[in-house]
């Protein structure tokens, strides 16, 4: 399998999209809930729009508003104290999203009240909405059924970021693309999330058709990060036909634009789901030092929806699950599915895929591998007893990654998604990961 490329142009990038160099002219215009209707339709490139605390009644109208590479339009409300809070209203999606580009919108707070609205929603008839920042939200309140979504894009879509956001009670946490396929989400980073007790998805991203052309939309192979989320189904999800899993990543492109791109997901806390699996993908895929804890049922599945299996990459995880921990199956046999340097406790620990390295036990087994894998959340704890996971050096297990979940250095061969011999960062529970 052909190695991605590191991480440092995606990390420049990111910082890039937190550190805009200031612009000559800019203007920081201070709004309220009396006057912020027009504050924001006058913004230009580089300019802030600073909202204060209060309850905003009008939703967030963001059509046609166009900023500028290096010089975004951002709209924010408090970073501490009160906040600014948007209500939902009937009839339309609190912030909408139409024609838009290069605008950041942080630090607010939205209220759906149980109504059948979207939080923030890129409306199905526009033509992009590209190099869109969403970062510090919380979104409440978006769980009147499973079709109503807490952040959703069903317009041709690409370098959106989607950060440090808290998601809780949607009937679906965040949507990517649209129903047919025909609405990409391409090149995207999705970090610092924490996704809980949505009735259908945390995440999904769907399949992709035929990439349609659309003039600046990336056609040079590129990828979707997913890193360092948080996404849980502890309570509250659908049962039955309606079940979901946590995350479920759809197909790119088959042919043409696209066909080579992937998803990377690390770093991810993947936990519970009474109904259905933590995660199920299909199509090109690299999942890597995460780790997944589901003690009523399955946790990775990579098998067909739309598509099949592609080019896939499993290593370097912790898996503690009460039945199938991962199960690789109906891959596209002119591509490799490797299963590799995984710690996997479960009722059926591996099942399909190329294995190489894993190590594997029961499920209650756990306990005797891992630090505190059972134990209450905001103690848990995946650690390798000691050095129980280190493989013999003579085993030269491909790294995606240099760095395990918690940013550790792996300076010998090992399993699972922590390197031992060191204590854990951090304990886990549900809250955003530091």
Same mark, same amino acid.
């Given at each position: 399998?052909?190695?991605?490329?590191?991480?440092?142009?995606?990390? @420049?990038?990111?910082?890039?999209?937190?550190?805009?160099?200031?612009?000559? +002219?800019?203007?920081?215009?201070?709004?309220?809930?009396?006057?912020?209707?027009?504050?924001?339709?006058?913004?230009?490139?580089?300019?802030? !729009?600073?909202?204060?605390?209060? @309850?905003?009644?009008? +939703?967030?109208?963001?059509?046609?508003?166009?900023?500028?590479?290096?010089?975004?339009?951002?709209?924010?409300?408090?970073?501490?104290?009160?906040?600014?809070?948007?209500?939902?209203?009937?009839?339309?999606?609190?912030?909408?999203?139409?024609?838009?580009?290069?605008?950041?919108?942080?630090?607010?707070?939205?209220?759906?009240?149980?109504?059948?609205?979207?939080?923030?929603?890129?409306? +199905?008839?526009?033509?992009?909405?590209?190099?869109?920042?969403?970062? +510090?939200?919380?979104?409440?309140?978006?769980?009147?059924?499973?079709?109503?979504?807490?952040?959703?894009?069903?317009?041709?879509?690409?370098?959106?970021?989607?950060?440090?956001?808290?998601?809780?009670?949607? #009937?679906?946490?965040?949507?990517?693309?649209?129903?047919?396929?025909?609405?990409?989400?391409?090149? #995207?980073?999705?970090?610092?999330?924490?996704?809980?007790?949505?009735?259908?998805?945390?995440?999904?991203?769907?399949?992709?058709?035929?990439?349609?052309?659309?003039?600046?939309?990336?056609?040079?192979?590129?990828?979707?990060?997913? &890193?360092?989320?948080?996404?849980?189904?502890?309570?509250?999800?659908?049962?039955?036909?309606?079940?979901?899993?946590?995350?479920? @990543?759809?197909?790119?492109?088959?042919?043409?634009?696209?066909?080579?791109?992937?998803? &990377?997901?690390?770093?991810?806390?993947?936990?519970?789901?009474?109904?259905?699996?933590? @995660?199920?993908?299909?199509?090109?895929?690299?999942?890597?030092?995460?780790?997944?804890?589901?003690?009523?049922?399955?946790?990775?599945?990579?098998?067909?929806?739309?598509? &099949?299996?592609?080019?896939?990459?499993?290593?370097?995880?912790?898996?503690?699950?009460?039945?199938?921990?991962?199960?690789?199956?109906?891959?596209?046999?002119?591509?490799?599915?490797? !299963?590799?340097?995984?710690?996997?406790?479960?009722?059926?620990?591996?099942?399909?895929?190329?294995?190489?390295?894993?190590?594997?036990?029961?499920?209650?087994?756990?306990?005797?591998?891992?630090?505190?894998?059972?134990?209450?959340?905001?103690?848990?704890?995946?650690?390798?007893?000691?050095?129980?996971?280190?493989?013999?050096?003579?085993?030269?297990?491909?790294?995606?990654?240099?760095?395990?979940?918690?940013?550790?250095?792996?300076?010998?061969?090992?399993?699972?998604?922590?390197?031992?011999?060191?204590?854990?960062?951090?304990?886990?529970?549900?809250?955003?990961?530091?």
């Amino acid at each position: 399998m052909t190695t991605p490329p590191p991480l440092l142009p995606l990390a @420049l990038w990111t910082i890039a999209a937190l550190v805009w160099p200031p612009l000559a +002219g800019a203007v920081i215009h201070a709004a309220t809930p009396r006057d912020y209707v027009a504050v924001v339709g006058s913004a230009g490139p580089g300019d802030t !729009v600073r909202l204060a605390p209060g @309850l905003y009644s009008r +939703g967030l109208r963001l059509h046609g508003l166009m900023g500028s590479p290096g010089a975004p339009i951002v709209i924010e409300g408090p970073a501490a104290g009160e906040p600014a809070v948007f209500i939902a209203a009937p009839g339309r999606n609190t912030v909408s999203l139409l024609d838009s580009a290069h605008v950041v919108v942080r630090n607010l707070v939205l209220d759906g009240r149980g109504l059948p609205v979207d939080g923030v929603k890129c409306e +199905g008839h526009a033509r992009f909405a590209h190099h869109i920042t969403l970062e +510090g939200l919380t979104i409440r309140g978006h769980g009147h059924d499973q079709q109503t979504v807490g952040l959703s894009s069903k317009c041709p879509a690409w370098n959106w970021v989607i950060r440090d956001n808290v998601i809780e009670g949607a #009937g679906t946490g965040i949507y990517l693309g649209n129903s047919d396929g025909s609405d990409p989400f391409v090149a #995207g980073l999705i970090e610092g999330n924490m996704i809980v007790d949505s009735l259908g998805y945390d995440l999904q991203i769907k399949h992709q058709a035929p990439r349609p052309q659309v003039a600046g939309m990336p056609t040079a192979v590129s990828e979707t990060h997913i &890193r360092r989320n948080v996404f849980s189904k502890a309570n509250g999800g659908s049962q039955g036909d309606m079940a979901r899993p946590n995350v479920l @990543l759809g197909h790119f492109p088959l042919d043409g634009a696209g066909v080579d791109d992937q998803y &990377r997901v690390y770093g991810n806390f993947f936990h519970d789901n009474p109904h259905e699996s933590l @995660l199920q993908a299909e199509g090109n895929v690299s999942i890597h030092d995460n780790i997944f804890f589901n003690p009523h049922g399955d946790a990775l599945r990579l098998q067909p929806h739309h598509a &099949r299996p592609r080019q896939v990459s499993i290593r370097h995880n912790t898996v503690v699950a009460s039945a199938t921990g991962i199960r690789v199956i109906g891959g596209d046999e002119r591509f490799r599915q490797v !299963v590799a340097a995984n710690a996997v406790f479960a009722g059926a620990a591996l099942q399909g895929g190329e294995q190489h390295w894993n190590v594997t036990g029961t499920y209650a087994a756990a306990a005797e591998w891992l630090v505190a894998p059972f134990a209450s959340l905001g103690a848990l704890d995946f650690s390798p007893r000691g050095r129980a996971l280190d493989l013999p050096a003579a085993r030269e297990v491909p790294a995606i990654d240099r760095q395990d979940f918690y940013g550790h250095a792996r300076h010998a061969p090992s399993a699972g998604a922590i390197a031992p011999g060191q204590p854990a960062a951090w304990l886990l529970g549900l809250s955003r990961l530091p």
